[in-house]
């Protein structure tokens, strides 16, 4: 069957007869239709117009911070974590502090133990603040990718979202943006999701500030891993 990556929603769809998942190569532009692989029925795929061509995107230039290292045994794709937000949260940090020491020292000294007490919730605030800064300055998060697995480890501070997925069980890697809105301004973060086989979804990356900074590990790893860019609903950047 001739195949298209013409379908943004592919997917997320599954055989109508056993429930297998579909992948790219199952799909027919021009027939609007997709072939089972596990028990090869043909069916229509509903409410799909003729597509359209989809325009690849152009390669994203490799952003600030960022490091590549390809040989014929992995790709090493490493970000560092400095920016000139730090300065701004060391700042941050540094008033919170003085503000805790200056509330923990007049409760103490004068015997106020439930105002210290109370202040430790304060105290532990600005304990994480003080370690976040640190990884903000020294720390890295490196993509290891192989033909075997895809490892991401941040460090050398500890810090969530270190993982491991077999390579063999990503069909495709997408970039999400998310939006975070307060009451003057608003924010944005980017995200790496990966479609695994089963149509399960896990978070390569996330908290990134930059779109460039998605998009390039994205574009990067699938490039090592030869897979084909196909659209899917709810990216960034489509």
């Not at 195949?3 to 579909?22: M, R, V, Y």
């Not at 105290?123 to 976040?132: A, D, E, K, P, Q």
């Not at 810090?159 to 999400?176: A, D, F, H, M, R």
Request: glycine residues 6%; positive net charge; proline residues 5%.
């Amino acid at each position: 069957m001739e195949t298209s990556s013409h379908t943004p929603s592919l997917l997320e769809l599954k055989c109508k007869n056993c429930g297998a998942q579909l992948s790219p190569v199952d799909y027919s532009a021009q027939l609007m239709a997709a072939r089972c692989p596990q028990c090869h029925t043909l069916f229509a795929i509903a409410g799909m117009n003729h597509p359209s061509r989809v325009i690849p995107r152009p390669e994203v230039t490799m952003p600030k911070n960022f490091q590549i290292e390809p040989n014929i045994h992995f790709l090493k794709i490493t970000r560092r974590w400095f920016g000139y937000h730090a300065y701004l949260i060391l700042f941050f940090a540094i008033c919170w502090n003085s503000f805790v020491i200056v509330w923990q020292t007049i409760a103490i000294s004068s015997g106020q133990w439930s105002m210290s007490l109370f202040g430790m919730l304060h105290t532990g605030v600005g304990l994480f603040l003080i370690y976040f800064v640190v990884a903000l300055f020294i720390n890295s998060t490196v993509f290891k990718t192989s033909q075997h697995e895809i490892v991401v480890k941040s460090g050398p501070l500890p810090w969530k979202g270190n993982l491991t997925i077999p390579s063999g069980e990503i069909v495709q890697l997408y970039c999400v943006e998310k939006i975070s809105h307060r009451k003057n301004s608003s924010s944005a973060h980017y995200r790496v999701e990966a479609v695994l086989q089963g149509n399960s979804r896990k978070t390569i990356v996330s908290g990134l500030t930059d779109a460039d900074q998605a998009l390039f590990i994205e574009q990067q790893i699938e490039k090592y891993l030869n897979l084909t860019d196909v659209p899917v609903v709810g990216e960034h950047g489509r």
